[in-house]
């Protein structure tokens, strides 16, 4: 169960730091929710630090438990988690979370939305756009021009309201509270410390 890759042209578009970051941790989530890390990227986690934060201490976790973990084991924690034997423990999806079904109106509605913005899915992915990795990657792109130029920071609101703080927090907490979560127990903890930052920094904005 991997999470739809999007098409965009990227131009030599420059980023803020801050933004940069922000499109770090999108792209980092939405990585790890398509697929289960291999030894490479379980290496290169564990090398992350954090500080004295909320986020700063969730990054902390997921690189502790990345170091003590291999990547089979991952494997099989993500299969059991995503797919399992008809369903795995977790539905990742907007429409699911809500209404309950697969395949809704958040669906269309963020069909609608990625299309205004220039973002479509890849002809070669099978899962349906609502996949919390799909949707992280198109916040990312928004924020970073990859879809020809960065979107405004009312557009970039009004798609996370919509398609991400609409239901993502609640799959977060399901995520970490799933009887197969171990690393990705970490992974949750660090999508929800960086959405209540964002849904901070929004409302300031």
Sequence with gaps: MN?????AE??????AEEDLLRVQLYGLLASLLSKAP????LTSLAQLSGDETALGKAIAALSRVSAGSNSAAVAEEYHDLFIGVGRGELLPYASYYLTGFLHEKPLAKLR???AAHGASKSEDVSEPEDHAASVLEVMAGLIDGRFGNPASIEDQEEFYEAHIASWMTVFFQDLGGASSSVLYATVAEVGLRFLEIESAAFKMD
């Design 3 to 7: 999470g739809g890759e999007i098409i």
């Design 10 to 15: 990227v131009g030599d578009i420059e980023v």
């Design 38 to 41: 291999d030894q490479h990227t």
């Design 112 to 114: 609608n939305d990625m």
